[in-house]
């Protein structure tokens, strides 16, 4: 009886403890399920995130084509007094819409600067043979960060805009060129011409970029440095001259045309080693006698010299000799503005205006 007694009593343990087994297992497995299943949606939005900027455009037509085209005549100023209309159009559109979407087609708004990085949900809306893109579901406070931002940045432009701002002034604000050298573009710009040997300052570099168009200054590598000099050194930048023989002298010396060679010569007036190395090697080549004759006529413009005084500055010197700090920065090789007395200096000659490197 007693050893019957036992084995009930652990029958019954056993029993309880394979059923608090199973109970356990059922838990666990109910717990790394539920885990997966956060997980899962956890990854889903944070791909949703990252991807939603990148969703395809959905099409659609709008039938009130005549409103559209009439935004699209709009002033910029117009346009924003147009963002604080929430008079409604169609397809859930209103005119703030439409004059956002104006704004960014027309009048080059940075709308990624505009909704800060945040992804937005885009329709694509056809106008006869053209399309303009509206910007979908905002919400009150998004669009009021669009309202303020358009309202009260100096330059709410696109790099693009910024650039032909530039271009349409015969003066340009200094918060104007400020906007356009923190541009993605210049920084690249700025990235390359940095690792070249030469004292090239950020002044000397702006004006050398505007002065050519907007595609040579949007696709610019150091691949191809050339497409970048050629044009701006036919709109008469010394700058450009110089960095062509220093950087592209056999392109120069193979492919460059009688004319474009003029136009080199020209520019080149300062006798650095560099220059007279070119001119010796185009003297000695199987150009026309005009060209080599050219290459071999003595500077007509002689370089001046200065010999730092006492008291001396660098900003002092460009106003006596009419040269920018920058140039004699660039021509003598100075890496700051301090001068030693006794120092001797390269100025340009006096006809010359400009960017001298060596």
């Known amino acids: 009886m007693h050893y019957s007694h036992l084995e009930q009593v652990l029958s019954k343990r056993s029993k309880a403890l394979i059923h608090g087994l199973i109970i356990s297992g059922t838990l666990n497995v109910a717990l790394v399920a539920t885990f997966i299943t956060f997980a899962l949606k956890e990854r889903k939005g944070i791909d949703t995130l990252l991807t939603s900027s990148e969703a395809p455009t959905k099409k659609i037509r709008l039938k009130n084509k005549d409103v559209l085209k009439q935004f699209g005549t709009m002033s910029y100023d117009e346009l924003v007094v147009e963002l604080y209309s929430d008079a409604h159009i169609e397809h859930g559109q209103r005119r703030c819409d439409l004059a956002l979407a104006a704004l960014t ?3 080059d708004f940075d709308i990624e600067r505009a909704f800060a990085g945040f992804p937005v949900e885009k329709r694509e809306c056809s106008i006869d043979e053209d399309s303009i893109t509206l910007y979908a579901g905002l919400s009150v406070e998004r669009f009021d960060g669009v309202r303020q931002f358009a309202r009260k940045e100096r330059w709410p432009l696109t790099s693009q805009g910024l650039f032909k701002q530039i271009k349409n002034r015969a003066e340009i604000p200094e918060s104007l060129q400020e906007a ?10 700025k990235r390359v011409f940095k690792k070249l040997p030469y004292a090239i300052s950020d002044e000397m ?7 050519g168009d907007w595609e040579s200054i949007k696709n610019f590598s150091k691949e191809d ?13 010394k700058l450009a001259a110089y960095l ?3 950087e592209e002298k056999e392109y ?7 004319d474009q060679i003029e136009t080199l010569l020209s520019l080149l007036t300062e006798k650095t080693p560099s220059v007279s190395a070119f001119l010796n090697e185009l003297k000695e080549g199987i150009r026309s006698d005009h060209i080599r004759g050219l290459a071999g006529k003595p500077e007509e413009h002689p370089s001046r010299h200065y010999r730092v005084q006492a008291g001396d500055s660098l900003w002092k010197i460009s106003r006596m000799f009419n040269v920018k700090v920058e140039v004699i920065q660039a021509m003598n090789g ?5 001068l030693k007395p006794g120092v001797d200096l390269t100025l340009p000659p006096d006809t010359a205006s400009s960017d001298v490197i060596e």
């Open 252 to 258: 120069a010396l193979k492919f460059l045309d009688d």
């Open 180 to 189: 356009f050298t923190l541009s993605q573009e210049f920084f690249e710009i």
């Open 334 to 338: 100075l890496d700051s503005q301090t």
């Open 225 to 237: 440095f050339i497409s970048f000099l050629l044009p701006r050194m036919e709109r008469g930048s």
């Open 244 to 246: 062509m023989i220093l």
């Open 105 to 107: 087609k027309y009048h």
């Open 205 to 211: 570099l702006f004006h050398l970029s505007i002065l």
